[in-house]
């Protein structure tokens, strides 16, 4: 049961690090085709079945990765809506239909959403505006989910200290999804804050045409990852994005302290002006200060010198319970410095790092699989590290090139003491 | 010969049953409609309980002696509803060539979340004609005489709709029964939508969509395969 659990995280954990290239050789073997079968079964039937899709892709160390590959589509997708269904879920929600609130609305879905499906549709006003809509009734199926998952009994025996924790930081992320009100929210926040890096084009919202089910939002230009690749693209303006992508992360984190924390290649729109489209605000994490501090002083490396300091950090991280004197916790901390040291290295701040560099990326699962292995896990550093390996998998994907040190230091705190709030 | 003549008065025949000619037909239909819109609306204003006869016969314009030769109980009027709520779902179904195209489980979709539609207004006459219609005495009731044939004008539509499912090979061959299998899950639709307080009634919404897709997973297989 534990074992379930704790795989369980792992795979949020790991979610980030199944990048493409590796998915696609998978996929050719056996076990991948079969996986792809059952996943395509289960999708034809979602809904409940989600459920079950949920349980299986959490035994990852019976599945192995081409099943989390596959069943990680069930994770965040509701069940597609046909035309009928989107209309009176749409009516449901809006009190009207479709055509009576817009000029024109393409009632074919445009895409897949967390949740729901986007569709296209211009204003009485003639501006262009992209509708997400949800699939009926999915908060009810997702808080069934978690209730199954707690009264099955898989939190009882637990020899972790952090995992229950952990699963209500899930629960309470994907809750929030469901509820677009708390996405425009977001939406607005990220608008005003990221309003100085004029790199980033944030979707404005439509609040007359939204609600809880429905968001209404301005069309964000650019094109997704693998259209993008398609007009081949010149190396000035893929380190061009990767810097700007680089930028939004350490922005958020330093100075915004909130994350748009969904990495899904998918909602980062590439334009060939180097400025980048960041859509789809439903998993947004605000982040407490403490843990920013924390993660300020894995890149300074200042604790490696300091004990007070390292103490100071994983209590703050993983409480007293846990403790300074866990050996498991420092494996972890020691593997995150070796890592930072080699590709991010202090002393030579101009050193370029080449994301496209296989070796980069099998460095990052590899630290992955470590922190995994040692627990090294508690519910904001999941978080962070999601959102961080994803922009490295999205950085890796496009070939950029960045001299990674120096872009942190345009934004960290510098000597920030330790229990002080930055 | 014989054959032309036969026809020719069947044609005859059946224009004056399916669309009143007389003046007096038409007067009557008129009234009957007139009676429908009046209680309805009352019933939505006061409920079916607080609604009399006497209201009803007083806003739709007619004498109170005169309601009860077009309809002897409320549950005369609720069957004339539902004679109405079929005859204008199966032509609203005719008119709309997408809908036609569609797949089974959205095409059955559309056809209850139109019914479910149409009662809504009148939710709480719905409910209390609902539950009267489970008493065996009632003339709503599935097995009543006098809802036959409307039950049976309904059944044929639907497995109409099944059957061009059958021909296109969506779903095996599942004659009458199929029919009679949609039919009951529409009681149990409206059941769960009378008792369904959520937004925009969405967990019905939600309900139908993966039974309907999961039943026609479960056809396609042929078999129940737990």
């Known amino acids: 049961m534990n074992k379930t659990r704790k795989s369980y995280l792992a795979y949020q954990f790991q979610r980030p690090f199944l990048n493409d290239e590796g998915a696609e050789a998978r996929r050719k073997d056996f076990h991948g085709r079969n996986a792809k079968r059952v996943r395509k079964e289960l999708a034809s039937l979602r809904g409940p079945i989600m459920k079950l899709g949920q349980a299986l892709s959490m035994q990852s160390h019976v599945l192995g990765n081409e099943w989390i590959e596959e069943l990680s589509g069930l994770q965040m997708q509701a069940p597609p809506m046909h035309e009928a269904l989107m209309r009176a879920q749409f009516k449901g929600a809006l009190g009207k239909s479709p055509e009576e609130v817009f000029q024109s609305f393409d009632p074919a879905p445009f895409a897949a959403a967390s949740l729901g499906q986007v569709h296209w549709a211009t204003t009485h006003h003639g501006d262009e505006v992209a509708v997400k809509i949800q699939y009926p009734a999915i908060r009810d199926a997702i808080e069934n989910d978690f209730k199954i998952l707690r009264t099955a009994g898989l939190p009882i025996q637990l020899t972790g200290h952090l995992q229950s924790s952990v699963i209500r930081e899930v629960e309470r992320g994907i809750l929030e999804e469901t509820d677009y009100v708390h996405e425009a929210n977001n939406i607005d926040f990220f608008r005003k804050h990221l309003a100085d890096l004029k790199c980033i084009r944030v979707p404005s919202v439509y609040r007359e045409f939204s609600c809880d089910q429905v968001l209404t939002m301005s069309r964000v230009p650019g094109l997704r990852l693998n259209d993008f690749l398609k007009t081949h693209p010149s190396q000035e303006l893929r380190d061009q994005l990767g810097i700007a992508l680089m930028r939004l992360f350490f922005f958020q984190l330093f100075k915004v302290h909130a994350l748009h924390a969904d990495p899904h290649p998918g909602n980062y729109l590439l334009n060939d002006d180097g400025t980048i489209g960041l859509v789809d605000f439903g998993c947004v994490k605000y982040l407490k200060p403490e843990v920013i501090r924390c993660y300020a002083q894995f890149w300074s490396r200042e604790w490696v010198e300091d004990r007070e300091l390292y103490e100071d950090i994983v209590t703050t991280l993983f409480g007293d319970e846990r403790g300074a004197k866990d050996p498991k916790v420092r494996r972890g901390m020691d593997e995150i410095r070796r890592f930072y040291d080699k590709f991010h290295p202090l002393k030579q701040p101009d050193q370029i790092l080449d994301f496209a560099d296989r070796k980069f990326m099998d460095a990052l699962t590899q630290l992955a699989r470590t922190l995994v292995s040692n627990k090294f896990l508690s519910p904001d550093f999941l978080f962070l590290s999601r959102t961080e390996s994803g922009m490295c998998n999205l950085l890796h994907a496009i070939g950029s090139r960045a001299a990674t040190t120096r872009i942190v230091r345009e934004y960290a705190p510098r000597n920030t003491p330790r229990g002080r709030k930055i | ?226």
């Open chain 2, 1 to 226: 010969m014989v054959n032309t003549r036969k026809a020719t008065s069947n044609a005859g025949k059946g224009g004056r049953r399916t669309k009143p000619t007389g003046k007096r037909d038409a007067n009557k239909e008129k009234t009957k409609q007139d009676i429908l819109r009046a209680a309805l609306e009352l019933f939505r204003e006061k409920g079916l309980d607080g609604t009399t006869t006497k209201q009803i016969s007083r806003r739709a314009g007619i004498a109170e002696g005169t309601l009860f030769n077009y309809f002897k109980t409320k549950e005369d009027l609720a069957l004339y509803f539902f004679q109405k709520e079929t005859k204008d779902l199966i032509e609203w179904f005719q008119a709309d060539a997408k809908l036609k195209k569609a797949r089974l489980p959205e095409k059955l979709f559309a056809i209850i979340y139109k019914q479910l539609e149409y009662i809504e207004p009148y939710e709480d006459f719905i409910g209390a004609v609902f539950f009267r219609s489970l008493q065996p005495h009632s003339k709503l009731s599935p097995l009543s005489l006098e809802s036959q044939a409307l039950r049976v004008k309904y059944l044929q539509f639907i497995r109409q709709v099944l059957a061009q499912a059958e021909e296109s090979e969506e779903i095996p061959q599942v004659g009458d029964l199929g029919a009679y299998a949609v039919g009951l899950f529409y009681i149990g639709i409206v059941m769960h939508w009378l008792h369904d307080t959520s937004k925009g009634k969405q967990k019905t919404l939600a309900l139908v969509d993966r039974s309907l897709k999961a039943a026609t997973q479960v056809l396609k297989k042929g078999v129940w395969d737990w």
